[in-house]
C-alpha cells in the first residue's frame, strides 16, 4: 500500500520548489513514483497566479496519519508558507490524499482528501502513478472537470 501526497505551489519558483519538496519528503519516505508536473488556473480564490501541482507516490511509513501530516505541515513552513488568504497563494502546500485504502478523519487531516477527484490538478497526475491501479478499482474516476490541468511542457 501507498502514501499519496499532492504538491502545489504559485510563488517563487514554483517548478523547482516541487521538485525540492520532493526530494524533502524522500529523505523520510520510501519514494515510490512522481508524476510530471502539472498547470492549472487556480480554483476558488482565483485572484492569484496559476499553480504547479505533483502527485508523489511513497511507501506506507510506519506513523500515523496525524504525524505524517503534521510534519508535512512543518515542511511547508520551511518552504516559506503563509496562511495569510485561505485558498491563496502559496509557495508550497502539502496534502495527504492517500493512505493505502484506508479512511481516516482527525482535527487536522481526512483521508482521502475529500475533494480530491475534483481537481484535475490531483487526478491526472494521480494516474501516471503505480497505485492509481488500485484506486480506479475503488472509485469511479472523473473524465472531464471544470477546470483543467495540463503537463509542464519542459
Not at 85 to 108: A, C, N, Q, V, Y
Request: proline share 8%; hydrophobic share 35%.
Amino acid at each position: 500500500m501507498s502514501l499519496i501526497i499532492a504538491s502545489g505551489s504559485n510563488i517563487g519558483n514554483s517548478p523547482q520548489t516541487l521538485r525540492d519538496a520532493c526530494a524533502e519528503l524522500s529523505v523520510h519516505f520510501s519514494h515510490i513514483a512522481s508524476s510530471r508536473i502539472y498547470t492549472s488556473p487556480a480554483v476558488e480564490y482565483e485572484n492569484q497566479p496559476d499553480f504547479y501541482n505533483q502527485v508523489i507516490e511513497f511507501s506506507l511509513p510506519d506513523l500515523k496519519p496525524d504525524e505524517v501530516m503534521k510534519y508535512l505541515l512543518e515542511i511547508e513552513k520551511k518552504f516559506g508558507r503563509h496562511r495569510d488568504i485561505p485558498k491563496g497563494p502559496r509557495t508550497l502546500d502539502l496534502d495527504i490524499i492517500f493512505w493505502g485504502t484506508t479512511s481516516f478523519h482527525s482535527e487536522i487531516v481526512t483521508i482521502p482528501h475529500p475533494r480530491w477527484f475534483e481537481r484535475s490538478f490531483v487526478v491526472k497526475p494521480l494516474q501516471e502513478l503505480p497505485f492509481f491501479q488500485t484506486i480506479r478499482k475503488c472509485f469511479t474516476i472523473p473524465q472531464s472537470f471544470t477546470v483543467d490541468a495540463a503537463p509542464l511542457q519542459d
